[in-house]
């Protein structure tokens, strides 16, 4: 099996000095190209600070990030190319771009990489997610759920090679939540795209390949599962 993620000792401190926190504290773990991960542990424990440096949105202070076979580098610049080119994020906040409707949203990414859009594609995400006759709306005229999905299929209409999504589940109810899940599966198993998701909900954590356990900063534990 290939590696997707892997990250060697990682450190982040945010205000570092008297009033420092060590969010992340010396992480070391990979992730397999293609497979499902549930990263969970209590609120504050470093799981969206984690996900940041994943991504390339914050800079390590200490250790090494090696993503679809690039080692992200100090620079904002070259880290931005390799989350454009390899990475699908879906925000714990969403962070759909207010001024423009979801349609207009959905192209960014496309727009950013100089590709065209996969009308096809998308317009599956968007029925799956059940967003259809939403796509000329502003966010704010959106719900929090229906934002969140929004969010969920801008991260994947570029079939990335690796999703990372920050409690994607957190505005949903049950139901909506389990479809989430169903379409990660499947954009898993059907386009190899590797999941990696922050969660509380240890009934979707279940369904994950595997769970990495945070606490403190640290990765305190692995969990693999044969997943449904
Ligand atoms: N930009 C920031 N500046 C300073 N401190 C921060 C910043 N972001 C997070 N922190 C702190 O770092 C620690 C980890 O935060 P983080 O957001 O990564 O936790 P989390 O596990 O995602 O929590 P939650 O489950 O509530 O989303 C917390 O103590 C938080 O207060
Ligand atoms: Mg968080």
Redesign the pocket.
Known sequence: MQTMVQADNLV?V??PGPAQ????DHATFSVQTGTFTVIT????????????LLAGL?SADEGTIIIDGRILERSEKQRAGVRRESVGLVH?FFQLIPELTIRENLQIPFDLNGLPLDEFFVKELIRQLELEGLEDRYPHQLSGGQQQRAAIVRALAIQPAVVLA??PTGNLDRLSAQKVMKLFRQVQRRLGITVIM?T?DLDLARQADRILY?ED?RISGFGEQDAA
């Open positions: 982040k945010w205000n926190t060590i969010a992340v542990g209590k609120s504050g424990c470093g799981k969206s600070t984690l996900l940041s914050e714990q920050d409690e922050v509380h945070m900063g």
